[in-house]
């Protein structure tokens, strides 16, 4: 498979898991990510435009900075490190599977809101891993099925990432009877400023999740958006990394910027996208 053979990422992808490829396939755009695949199978998306494992692990306090930065000197390459935390008793085996797994079609849900730009292939890079990996077909599917309940449920996907709802005002207090804890914790960080994925990193969270969140909360009235942000609207501002000022960030695996392009494809949502063709 070289890259001019693909007409987009997908049918990259199914062409790479054919032949059991083991590297990295970086995309431009904005986003933009890097995509680590392991014998065909995909491993991990990184991309500024949702929270990694690392960020999810470290915000949500599921591992301390601590213990991250312990285990990540006893264990420098990323391919092992998510069994060293299960071996070190950080985290479950099953936890940290679940959390892999989600970061990753987080990771694509995020790539495909904007217009994809082109791709490269590389060697392996070491990457916080799912294990054994998500088969590209099955990540494309729900992918295109993310997009699609978004579309029904809220607006456009790539418009609702950009507002930034604001809480309704209340004269009782801001917790309903039986509002679920997720649904609290998001509305605790709705100010009118942040957008959906400022929140998503601000708790170590899907984007995908808070926008399904944002959306059970309008329905509430607890929270109201514009789902057509404003054209000259400032951009986001969150960290895209766990604890910007965190010395535990600075040993998460970091995005090399992109190499030489190529033409290619991009993600779902667009011409050539994640959800087929």
């Not at 007409?7 to 431009?28: H, Y």
């Not at 470290?58 to 420098?76: F, H, K, N, Q, V």
């Not at 604001?166 to 709705?190: E, F």
């Not at 601000?202 to 926008?211: D, E, F, M, Q, W």
Request: charged share 20%; net charge neutral; with cysteine.
């Amino acid at each position: 498979m070289t890259a001019p053979e693909a007409r987009n990422v997908p049918a990259l992808l199914l062409g790479l898991r054919e032949e059991g490829f083991s590297g990295t396939v970086r995309v431009s755009g904005h986003p933009g990510g890097t995509i680590h695949l392991r014998n065909g199978l995909v491993g991990a998306v990184e991309t500024p435009g949702a929270p990694t494992v690392t960020s999810a692990l470290l915000t949500s306090g599921r591992i301390g900075d601590e213990d991250w930065l312990a285990a990540c000197a006893a264990e420098p390459d990323a391919d092992r490190l998510g069994g060293h935390l299960v071996a070190a008793g950080l985290i479950g085996a099953a936890e940290r599977e679940v959390v892999c797994a989600a970061a990753v079609f987080d990771g694509a849900f995020a790539m495909a809101l904007s217009p994809p730009g082109s791709w490269e292939l590389s060697d392996r890079e070491p990457a916080l891993l799912a294990e054994p990996g998500v088969e590209p077909r099955q990540l494309t599917e729900e992918t295109s099925r993310r997009m699609a309940l978004l579309a029904r449920s809220g607006g456009a996907p790539s418009e609702l990432t950009r507002v930034r709802p604001a809480a309704v005002a209340s004269s009782g207090p801001r917790r309903p009877g039986g509002l679920a804890r997720r649904h609290q914790d998001v509305l605790d960080h709705v100010n009118g400023r942040r957008t959906p994925r400022d929140i998503a990193f601000a708790l170590g969270r899907g984007l995908y999740a808070v926008l399904l969140d944002l959306i059970r909360l309008e329905a509430l009235n607890l929270v109201r958006w514009d789902v057509k942000a404003a054209p000259d609207s400032r951009p986001s501002t969150a960290p895209r990394a766990a604890g910007a000022d965190s010395p535990a960030a600075a040993a998460a695996p970091k995005v090399v910027p992109l190499p030489k392009r190529r033409p290619g494809g991009g993600f779902p949502g667009h011409d050539g996208g994640l959800r087929g063709g």
